[in-house]
């Protein structure tokens, strides 16, 4: 059996159990609920989590305009 991949990335720990019997609009009641709580966490925490995010895939953003070399396009 293939492994469940989500988008965190675990694959180890306690597994998350949903019922089969959700109506589409008990689905989309859960859905509309991590949507919102998404967006604040993001309001409250969007500076920080784009430094962690940069750090972790490895990504610099040049903000010394002499590290900008003079044939790069400007976008």
């Known amino acids: ?3 469940w991949l989500l988008p965190s990335g675990l694959q180890r720990g ?6 089969e019997d ?7 009641a ?5 949507d919102d709580l998404r967006e604040v966490i993001w309001q409250r925490y969007q500076l ?3 430094d962690l995010l ?3 895939r490895g990504t610099q953003a040049i ?5 900008i070399g003079n044939a790069d ?3």
Do not use: H, S, Y
């Open 1 to 3: 059996m293939k492994p």
């Open 14 to 19: 306690m597994p998350l159990l949903i019922q």
């Open 22 to 28: 959700w109506t589409p609009e008990q689905a989309l």
């Open 30 to 34: 859960v859905i509309e609920l991590l």
């Open 48 to 50: 920080p989590l784009q």
């Open 54 to 56: 940069r750090e972790q």
């Open 63 to 67: 903000t010394d305009p002499e590290q």
């Open 73 to 75: 396009p400007p976008f």
